[in-house]
């Protein structure tokens, strides 16, 4: 069987450092067929920086502004598609460490298994593993909102028992979005990520999407990845700029995919601001808000 083509998709927003330091890491991987750095119309120098770091299989693009991860993710995919028809595709933010091309060899044997249109890796963040979660209802995100209480409910409802992973690989509702393998067949069946979210939530949309299909999505366990969490995320936004965007993107989702009622609506915008508040509080008691 010929070896599909595998394209691997960078997404950058003033960050042209951390980017650089991801292909140094991958450049020189024989796996990758294509790297395709999207830069997300960068408000600093990015672009130019990276530009610099075209060759015969790295290409550097840029949006004509900046509309959303998703945007960014759509432009990157239709790229690897006008490429290769048929391949598959990685889709990564730029705070990630690959630790051997044989990672990513074994990840795209894995894919190769007909019903997975959606793979990820284990994800390592700091001291956090995440190997994908279960997609809560409305009835249960409302609960998982709540202020204070909402940690443990959110463990509750959204974490697999760690037998679930006992085998090589453990089929899973969502993936980690900051680095996952993606089927060109599957893109051309549920269409362009939704650039109504600006960031946040795409996981949970995804996930959604593909239940509509005959693909499912999975944890390979054998291939952890290393993500530098957010740190591309928090040089651009501050935490209560991070919280009303999370909260924009979830009600969106609540809506749109996870059928909530309008009631369930209501309760997760008041806890949603009831936790504001107490953020600001917490903020102001430890000096302000930084600009």
């Known amino acids: 069987m010929k070896k599909r083509p595998l394209v691997y998709v960078i997404i950058n927003y003033n960050d042209a450092k951390t980017t650089e330091k991801l292909l140094n890491n991958i450049k020189d991987y024989k796996s990758i067929s294509k790297i395709i750095v999207v830069d997300n119309h960068s408000s600093d120098d990015s672009y130019q920086v990276l530009k610099k770091w075209e060759q015969d299989h790295i290409k550097v693009i840029q949006t004509e502004k900046n509309k959303g991860f998703s945007h960014g993710l759509n432009i990157g995919c239709q790229e690897a598609i006008a490429l290769y028809p048929t391949c598959?595709?990685?889709l990564s933010n730029a705070d990630i460490t690959i630790y051997s091309d044989e990672n990513l060899k074994e990840l795209q044997k894995a894919s190769s298994k007909k019903d997975i249109g959606v793979l990820g890796p284990v994800v390592c963040q700091g001291k956090e593993i995440s190997r994908g979660w279960k997609v809560p209802t409305p009835k249960q995100s409302i609960f998982m909102n709540?202020?204070?209480l909402g940690r443990k409910f959110e463990?509750?409802?959204t974490t697999y028992p760690e037998?679930?992973?006992k085998d090589d690989l453990s089929y899973v509702d969502a993936v980690s979005g900051c680095f996952f393998l993606i089927k060109s067949e599957v893109m051309k069946e549920?269409?362009?990520f939704d650039e109504q979210v600006f960031l946040y939530y795409e996981e949970n949309i995804l996930a959604r999407k593909l239940q509509k299909t005959s693909y499912k999505m999975a944890i390979y366990n054998k291939v952890v990845i290393l993500h530098d969490h957010s740190v591309s995320v928090d040089k651009n936004m501050s935490y209560i700029n991070k919280f009303k965007t999370l909260k924009t993107s979830q009600y969106y989702f609540e809506e749109k995919y996870n059928h909530a009622t309008?009631?369930?609506l209501r309760f997760l915008k008041w806890f949603g601001k009831l936790?504001?508040?107490?953020i600001y509080i917490r903020v102001f008691l430890k000096g302000g808000l930084k600009k």
């Not at 936790?275 to 107490?278: D, I, S």
């Open 262 to 264: 309008k009631m369930q």
């Open 163 to 165: 037998e679930h992973y």
């Open 190 to 192: 549920i269409g362009d």
């Open 88 to 90: 598959d595709i990685i």
């Open 155 to 157: 463990k509750k409802y």
């Open 146 to 148: 709540l202020p204070i």
């Open 275 to 278: 936790t504001l508040g107490t």
